[in-house]
């Protein structure tokens, strides 16, 4: 049974950080490149970020470059999400994934107010 677990999320005030964490079970997790999404209010789900299979590569949208880094643990099926300088726009539920197999997670909402 596929797994995807993600936590970490909270609410923040704008320029605060968080980490994301999803761990995964279910399925071989060190071949899938892995990604985060994430929806706000009223919006679809948008893509955040990516990392290939061996955490070698790792692509972003344009808002969050340079604020958000995505990583992985192989030895522990975890993926992880460093959001700095986070914006009131961030606020969204996040999910993490493996896009190819289309394995989601449940999602842990970031809100960032002051």
């Known amino acids: 049974q596929v797994q995807l677990v993600e936590s970490g999320g909270g609410l923040v005030q704008p320029g605060e950080s968080l980490r994301l964490s999803c761990i995964a079970s279910g399925f071989t997790f060190e071949n899938q490149g892995m990604a985060w999404v994430r929806q706000a209010p009223g919006k679809g789900r948008e893509f955040v970020a990516r990392?290939?299979?061996?955490?070698?590569?790792?692509d972003y949208t344009d808002f969050v470059k340079g604020r958000f880094t995505i990583s992985r643990d192989n030895a522990k099926n975890m993926v992880f999400l460093q959001m700095n300088n986070l914006k009131p726009e961030d606020t969204a539920v996040y999910y993490c994934g493996a896009p190819n197999r289309d394995f989601w997670g449940h999602g842990t909402q970031v809100t960032v107010s002051s």
């Open positions: 990392i290939t299979d061996n955490g070698r590569y790792t």
